[in-house]
């Protein structure tokens, strides 16, 4: 049997496209690339195919997509091979990242050791003789594989789908027991369990109802108050705008507009950014000298 085969076996130069053909043809999938194969899930299967019963299928995932669920796929294999003594070391990493050498070498690999196994004919009926037979040209075969020559219809469409209601079936009792059994710690009690059960449940909804709704409460009024604030905030913009808009209008005012004062406020109103500088200037264009008549006039606007 083709356990250890060299890189120069005819085995690895089988084509992508034989070996796609095979996959399909022996499971009925529809492959189109080797690396769809990557999961690990067809190999499982081609081991079941191999020797019913062996493999654990419950245990594959057939919809693995991250590289977590393909390695629990490659350790159920790996497992099946160290059972039966296959002395193959599955290389997980490089088969999960899903490059494609790596995985046409693994299932060159494989179709070699199936097609070694009863001649590659997985559901042909085999008499007790021709397995006398095959015992005695093979020393090798272990009872396990001997048995796998025993005949038997292997439909790969069913066995997916039964697995698939096993996993679910298995995943909701355990789900349904891990539920019971925290239920069961928080009662405190064995002759309650079922009273304290149903109590515990309708306290949790009841409780999580009355956070929620204090919670929706609490946001609601912190809302409120936030929209009030922005609309003070909004008047009082409002207000301060409108202030310095009055100033600008008097400072345009063309009897006014070139008085220092007037000069002096447009600076600061017209600054582009906040500098002291603004304020600065505005000071020194008050100041200067030769604007003496600046404080009569600005007597003249105090009484008008």
């Not at 193959?88 to 999960?96: A, D, I, M, P, R």
């Amino acid at each position: 049997m083709a356990t250890n085969i060299g890189m120069m076996d005819s085995a690895y130069f089988v084509g992508r496209n034989e070996i796609l053909a095979w996959i399909n043809a022996r499971l009925h999938l529809n492959l189109s690339r080797v690396e769809e194969a990557a999961s690990g899930a067809v190999q499982c299967q081609m081991m079941d195919m191999t020797y019913p019963g062996v493999v654990p299928m419950h245990k594959v995932n057939f919809d693995a997509k991250s590289e977590y669920d393909m390695i629990q796929n490659y350790k159920v294999l790996q497992d099946v091979f160290n059972k039966l003594k296959i002395d193959k070391h599955v290389e997980v990493n490089k088969l999960v990242k899903g490059r494609p050498l790596d995985n046409l070498e693994f299932l060159q690999w494989l179709k070699r050791y199936c097609d070694s196994i009863n001649g590659g004919i997985m559901n042909e009926y085999i008499t007790p003789l021709n397995l006398v037979l095959a015992s005695v040209s093979a020393n090798s075969f272990t009872l396990v594989q001997r048995l796998a020559c025993y005949p038997r219809n292997y439909n790969p469409l069913e066995r997916r789908s039964k697995v698939g209601k096993e996993r679910s079936s298995k995943g909701f009792v355990k789900n349904s027991k891990s539920l019971q059994a925290n239920n069961a710690h928080k009662s405190g009690t064995v002759d309650g369990l079922g009273i304290n059960k149903i109590y515990e449940t309708k306290q949790g909804k009841t409780g999580a109802v009355a956070v929620g709704a204090g919670e929706i409460q609490a946001l609601s009024k912190e809302i409120t108050e936030l929209k009030l604030s922005v609309d003070l905030l909004g008047k009082e913009r409002d207000f301060y705008f409108a202030k310095l808009r009055d100033i600008e209008v008097l400072c345009q005012i063309p009897e006014l507009e070139h008085l220092p004062m007037s000069v002096a406020i447009k600076k600061i109103l017209y600054a582009a950014d906040e500098k002291e500088s603004a304020l600065s200037e505005a000071q020194e264009l008050v100041c200067q000298p030769g604007n003496a008549g600046l404080e009569a006039d600005s007597d003249d606007i105090t009484e008008y």
